[in-house]
């Protein structure tokens, strides 16, 4: 099963890349959601918080990766981490070189 195996790799992927920035499971959570470019008021709503505290994780999640911006983010978690077949965006731009 292909899709299985892509989604298992997708995993390990993510487990990596957490482990690696100190992600904690709710971040990770959140870069997703902003990897499928859902706005942050939609991202609280589904998760039951504040807008603010979606902009907090935002930040610290930045920090974190050494980015500077949302887009670099969204940009260095996609070179990271591959798209779910969900996910149909392949022209994300490349991030800069990220020095942790």
Known sequence: ????EDADE???R???FAATYGLS???ITVLE??????STEA???????????????????RQKTGTSNRDELIAFFASQIPASPAA?????????????
């Not at 099963?1 to 299985?4: A, C, G, K, L, R």
């Not at 991202?43 to 999640?61: E, M, P």
């Open 1 to 4: 099963m292909p899709e299985t």
């Open 10 to 12: 997708q995993q390990r």
């Open 14 to 16: 993510l487990a990596v």
């Open 25 to 27: 499971k709710q971040e």
């Open 33 to 38: 959601m902003l990897a499928q470019q859902r």
């Open 43 to 61: 991202i609280a709503k589904i998760l039951g918080v504040t807008d603010n505290t979606i902009y907090t994780y935002v930040r610290r999640i």
């Open 88 to 100: 149909e965006d392949t022209d994300a731009p490349s991030p800069r070189p990220n020095s942790p």
